[in-house]
């Protein structure tokens, strides 16, 4: 009976795997417990770190036992390869971050008029100093395209859209002031969510009439963190477009015309044979 030759195997490798598979769950939890209410912010983000961390860790563990099989002829690529490849797409998420805060402007309070935004007036809401002038042309610069809307239709047609589109983005209505002959701005304060961790994001919408339609501004402004990573732009962009769709073609009712009665009687139809 011929006895198997001893077969080496690189230490890190399965170590890598292990380690690679080890922040998925701790995001998945973290980030649902989160959006559920269950752990506060700052939880979150050590969590997030942690699992950031574990991930790199898997990758140079990966490295290392891929370099070790390479040159001693070590068993465990695969572990070693597959604990590599899943760190790196962990890893992603935060260079992507690192990415965007390079390419964005550090901006979190995006607004379609600077020079006077739409306020914050309801409880909770989180106070901001005026923005100044950098962070104007920063933003203008950035996104040329969050810009105001005009509307020829009314603020009442404006508003029933707003409050629809509102709340069927889910989003929680804190104050609305509709359209009557006492106010002068209509409008719609709400509170937001970001897509994956669910952090607070202020929103204002403001309706202005005029003598041909409705003004529409939009502001929204992240509660947390002093980059949003365009997070904010993108919210006005979409929620402009739905508005877009939702009021094209869209205008006036106009009364019913008074039937003329000065019109000749239509002939009668010859009788049938």
């Given amino acids: 009976m011929t006895a198997r030759p001893f077969e080496r195997e690189a230490g890190t490798a399965n170590w890598a795997l292990r380690l690679a598979l080890l922040p998925i769950p701790l995001l998945i939890v973290a980030a649902v417990m989160h959006r559920l209410g269950q752990i506060e912010t700052l939880p979150l983000f050590i969590v997030i770190a942690i699992a950031w961390g574990v991930a790199l860790l898997a990758l140079v563990l990966g490295v290392l036992a891929m370099r070790d099989i390479w040159r001693d002829g070590l068993n465990g690529f695969g572990p070693a390869l597959a604990g590599s490849l899943l760190a790196l797409v962990i890893l992603a998420m935060p260079a992507f971050v690192v990415a965007e805060m390079i390419r964005l402007p550090r901006l979190s309070d995006i ?45 009442e047609r404006v508003y029933a859209e707003v409050t ?51 003004l529409v501004d939009m502001r929204s402004a992240s509660r947390i963190g002093a980059h949003d990573l365009g997070d904010n732009a993108r919210r006005i962009r979409d929620f402009f477009a739905d508005l877009d769709t939702a009021l094209q073609g869209v205008t006036e009712a106009e009364e019913p015309a008074e039937p003329d009665t000065d019109l000749p009687p239509l002939p009668l139809a010859p009788p049938r044979r």
């Fill in 164 to 214: 629809k589109l509102v709340g069927g983005r889910g989003w929680e209505v804190v104050a609305a002031t509709p359209p009557d002959a006492e106010n002068a701005d209509a409008g719609v304060e709400a509170v937001a969510k970001t897509l994956l961790l669910a952090l607070p994001v202020d929103v204002s919408i403001r309706l202005v009439a005029d003598d041909d339609g409705t």
């Fill in 111 to 155: 607004s379609t008029d600077r020079e006077d935004p739409p306020g914050f007036s309801a409880p909770g809401a989180v106070a901001r100093p005026p923005a100044d002038a950098a962070e104007g042309e920063a933003q203008t610069k950035a996104y040329p395209d969050i810009v105001a809307r005009h509307y020829p239709v009314s603020p």
